[in-house]
């Protein structure tokens, strides 16, 4: 059963750092190779290039979410101290050969699957606190089993009281700019403020593929990592797919007139050369804010990575806050980490 399973492809969850691999996007080109989108789906935890030490906590928490049986492979980046004992890739490894091996001596038990990295704890405890002995205070206060209610604040657009929920998001979510880290508050699907917890990595820049995966044509997004996309057919394709009229006009507008739709074209014509947008004064505040989540994904994903870069920065970061006089750790919940 193991050599049956060994032949399927390689489900493969990718982290990737700074300064990661410039093959790292077109993994998903090997047929012998699954990048999936979630860790849960994964088999091996595939960390392509450094990962500073700020996000190292997210990487662990990332690690965690694996199923067993499960390994850590570092490509071009040096294992934390915590998976010391992980397989690295090096410079003259095949990566696919190691991602197969390691996931063919996972399945036969000839290498054992890691352990957790972090202690089985809740996020904030709640065990034994309370009038009822489980985190809450008064109607809806404290942490209940460990998490912090979501509060009520009016909705910016009609006022109706909603209930606003902050959490963290980035730095290895599949559909954010890779290193992204946002501090995002959301009544329902609809963002409502947003700060910078960290900067998305430099790197050669994938924007027109990452647009077109949020667009529901991922074939299109293979295509065009593969190679050029000057070609006829390609543009006939895009014009085809009528995925132009799917953007919404004036969405994400820039300083200098641009919106998603005008960048999407260049960015799926011409990716090697992308417009570079004047940004000075803009924030993503300015950008994102009253979006739903869909819309604020194609505005991210919609920039070069230096026009990125610069819109992040200036934006503000999030200022340490205590609620209800309680400090309370919203950062425990990983699912936003991946």
Known sequence: MAKLASQAPVPVFVAQGDDAPA?????CLNSTLTIVET???AAILLVAGTIPASLIPNLHRLHDQLPHPRATVFWQAEPTDLLSEAVTVRNDDNLVSVLTDTRSSLLSGSHGTE????????????RGVGSHGQGGKGMMGGTPYGRPMAMTAADFRDGLELDAYTADFGPFLPMFPPGLVLTLTLQG???????????PFAGEGNAGAALLRLLGLPALAKR???????????????????VRAAIPPGLGCAPNGSD???RFERLTTDP??????HVDGVGLGDLLIGLEWHEAMLVLNSFDDESLRAICANTSSPELEEKNGDSMDHEGHAGHMS
């Open 272 to 277: 090697g050369n992308p417009s570079k947008v």
């Open 23 to 27: 093959e790292t996007a077109r993994l």
């Open 224 to 242: 065009l990592l593969r190679g050029p996309s000057d070609d006829a057919d390609f543009k006939r394709l895009i014009r085809l797919s009528g």
């Open 260 to 262: 998603v739709r005008e």
């Open 115 to 126: 352990a957790d990295l972090l202690p089985d704890a809740p996020p904030n405890e709640w």
């Open 39 to 41: 860790p849960r789906a």
């Open 189 to 199: 699907d609809v963002i409502q403020k947003v700060s910078v917890v960290h900067l």
